[in-house]
């Protein structure tokens, strides 16, 4: 099992410009989450989903879409990048069953944004 | 509100010297709570995790963790450092609605030889 991938691992991006984030998960998790970590501040959960075809707003949602067409794939865009959104991006995902909260992690891309 | 709370941004210890990580949480929180660890440049892992089946829980790499519900804790404790033990280190408490996790600003452990 991989656990929990995520590409690219490192990218650089001008402002303005676009890309999508793609995490990829192996475990039959039924939820998925993307987080931004940047110094001070812990983890902060952009958005979630609970489901293939659901998304959720976290705490800091604006600038960012997601979607989940695959069970096993959450993607995560950024349509016009700002250099506020540089930062190490985590995604992760834990089963739906009852009782089983923890989350698993991926190993996070780090974005900047000049 | 629901909120998870780490007392210091970095604790620093001596190897061998006991390590103590302080986190405390908000009473309206659900009874599960975590305890993640992040080495430099990789993602979190679970060392630990409450589920109200004991109040101590015992974790990877010889951690533990005491719930006390009076004090609304759940700190995390090892008895002797050792220089692989220098990560930060992230509590987390289920948030009510069962789907997400609320997360503290971490503490970043120095280890010392």
């Known amino acids: 099992n991989a656990g929990v991938t995520q590409t690219p691992k490192f990218r650089v991006l001008k402002t303005g410009q676009s890309m999508t984030l793609l995490c990829a998960q192996d475990?039959?998790?039924?939820?998925m989450y993307w987080y931004r970590q940047d110094p001070g501040m812990g983890l902060r959960l952009i958005h979630y989903?609970?489901?293939?075809?659901?998304?959720a707003k976290g705490e800091v949602p604006d600038g960012y879409n997601v979607s989940r067409l695959k069970k096993q794939n959450f993607l995560l865009g950024l349509e016009s990048a700002a250099p506020s959104q540089t930062s190490v991006y985590f995604c992760?995902?834990?089963?739906?069953?009852?009782?089983?909260?923890?989350?698993?992690f991926g190993p996070g891309t780090r974005l900047t944004v000049t | 509100a629901q909120s998870v709370t780490q007392l210091g941004s970095h604790v620093s210890v001596s190897e061998g010297a006991l390590v103590l990580l302080r986190c405390n949480y908000s009473s309206s929180v659900p009874p599960y709570l975590f305890w993640y660890v992040q080495y430099p440049n990789q993602g979190l892992q679970l060392l630990l995790k409450?589920?109200?089946?004991?109040?101590l829980v015992k974790g990877i790499n010889g951690f533990e963790a005491e719930f006390k519900k009076s004090e609304t804790s759940f700190h995390l404790t090892k008895p002797s450092a050792h220089m692989s033990d220098a990560a930060e280190y992230f509590c987390a408490a289920l948030n009510t609605g069962f789907q997400k996790l609320v997360f503290g600003t971490g503490t970043r452990l120095l280890v010392s030889p």
């Open positions: 989903s609970v489901g293939e075809g659901t998304t």
């Open positions: 992760a995902s834990r089963p739906g069953t009852q009782g089983s909260y923890e989350q698993y």
């Open positions: 409450y589920t109200s089946a004991a109040t």
């Open positions: 475990m039959n998790h039924e939820y």
